[in-house]
């Protein structure tokens, strides 16, 4: 359990590399959570249509960390339990999950967009990641399953020393779906550029705009 909350709570993006030095360095987009009314009808949305329970339960979290160098806090909500309260009525694997819960935002008024691929995760072994767009907001939705902390699975249910998930009872998967919803980012203007100084004298060693030759070089900044 600890584990997939980890999952969770880390949040979306973690898994992609920054690309270049620049992402790192830029002054960092700003995002406000949704407002509160904005994101109860959001989670309306979801209770109303999804066929399971308990609820979902909204946060106010900082932004996770993320590869599109974006900082502030999202409105989160929250919702867990195992397989034996979030399984059946059409729901009998992860792609079902992400179907019911992708679904259920669509009839919010919550669509994909170019700029909720931004957001958006390929799909890896128990982890759903994806983002929808509404009201120039953005929802991403994170859907992790897993095996309950103690579960004992069955013998049938190991292979190579792995276990299918697919194979154990529905009392011993457990499901966390996190839903962080925010204001669509304001890029930071730019800098004016430095004006470029004459050199002292053409070919002198640490002349105004250029750097000595002995210079140390500057630590990159951290990658995250």
Not at 122 to 142: M, P, Q, W, Y
Request: aromatic share 6%; charged share 25%; net charge neutral.
């Amino acid at each position: 359990m600890i584990a997939n909350l980890r999952r969770i709570v880390t949040g979306f993006g973690a898994s992609a590399a920054v690309a270049v030095l620049m992402a790192a360095t830029a002054a960092a987009e700003q995002a406000k959570p949704l407002a509160p009314e904005d994101c109860k009808r959001v989670r309306l949305a979801l209770e109303q249509r999804l066929p399971f329970g308990p609820g979902f339960r909204r946060l106010e979290v900082e932004f996770p960390k993320n590869d599109n160098n974006i900082e502030g806090q999202v409105c989160r909500l929250l919702t867990m339990g195992t397989g034996a309260h979030m399984e059946g009525f059409g729901i009998g694997s992860l792609t079902d999950m992400r179907k019911k819960v992708m679904a259920a935002l669509n009839a919010g008024g919550w669509t994909e967009n170019a700029e909720t691929g931004r957001f958006s995760e390929k799909s890896t072994h128990g982890r759903e990641v994806f983002a929808l767009s509404g009201n120039d907001a953005i929802c991403v939705t994170t859907i992790v399953v897993g095996m309950v902390d103690g579960a004992i699975p069955a013998a049938s249910a190991v292979k190579d020393g792995k276990v299918m998930l697919s194979k154990i009872k529905p009392y011993q998967r457990e499901w966390w779906i996190s839903i962080d919803c925010f204001g669509v980012p304001e890029t930071p203007d730019k800098p004016a550029p430095m004006a470029k100084a004459a050199p002292d004298a053409p070919g002198a060693m640490g002349e105004i705009g250029e750097p000595e030759k002995d210079a140390p070089m500057r630590e990159p900044a951290p990658k995250y």
